[in-house]
């Protein structure tokens, strides 16, 4: 084990150790609100000074075309984390169908720059590592907002940690897949966050408190994937955080 990954290890466990069980309903746990605030305020700051926030006049990013091509490469690309964490969970069904997403349009899609997958009927199993804590019962810990990166929780940070660890992806993925896949999926959340402008723009900049606003929305949607709360209690905004 290299010396980083070791470091990582560590780290992990301390967050693991450190997760408490989620409130229930919409409560939230948020120790670390004032620290929160200030991030989320360098947060929004960024996203303004790169997407223009609130100004519906702002040209996109890239291309609708190439925007795509760079989405579809990313999410291929951590098509064999995926893989790994369906079986984590017993969920061999997921594994299946992430598996043979990840050969055919890595295949037939050209390294993931087209979804043949998804034009057929195959979409995407979504999973993490932090879906594969939640199954073994550890539990959703504090609030986080992380820089850049945006809204997790403890346990959510943990599994980003873990996933960047054991990523399959260097094991069986091809050489432009290993080399750029890291950088696409950066690159992905970018553009999903231009294509969901309007929406977040509504949340950021039109909200009387966006920290609590982008709070909310966030432990609702993440608990509702994770079997924790009713989608009747769902924020509508489903899609405004889908990445971990």
Known sequence: MTL??????????????????????????????????????????LDNAVFAGGDDDAAPLLHPDISG??????????GPGMVLNGLLQGNVAS?????????????????????????IGLP???????????????????????????????????GRIVDSIIDPLDQFGAPVQQDY?????????ALKRDQFGDTIDSVLYDSADSYAQTRLIYLQNRRFELGVEAAEDVDPYDDLFGDQ
């Open 4 to 45: 980083t990954k070791y470091l990582s290890t560590l780290i992990v466990l301390a967050i693991l150790g450190a997760c408490s069980t989620a409130p229930a309903g919409n409560a939230v746990n948020d120790p670390y609100e004032a620290t929160n605030r200030q991030v989320h305020a360098f947060n929004k700051a």
């Open 69 to 78: 091509a760079v989405i579809n490469f990313a999410d291929n690309a951590g």
């Open 95 to 119: 594994a299946a169908t992430n598996t043979f997403r990840f050969v055919l349009n890595t295949t037939v899609g050209v390294f993931g720059i087209f979804d043949p997958a998804d034009a």
């Open 124 to 158: 995407e199993v979504e999973t993490d590592f932090a879906q594969t804590l939640a199954i073994w019962g550890v539990q959703e810990g504090a609030y986080l907002e992380l820089p850049v990166l945006g809204p997790s929780t403890e346990r959510d940070l943990a």
């Open 181 to 189: 896949g890291t950088i696409a999926r950066f690159a992905g959340r």
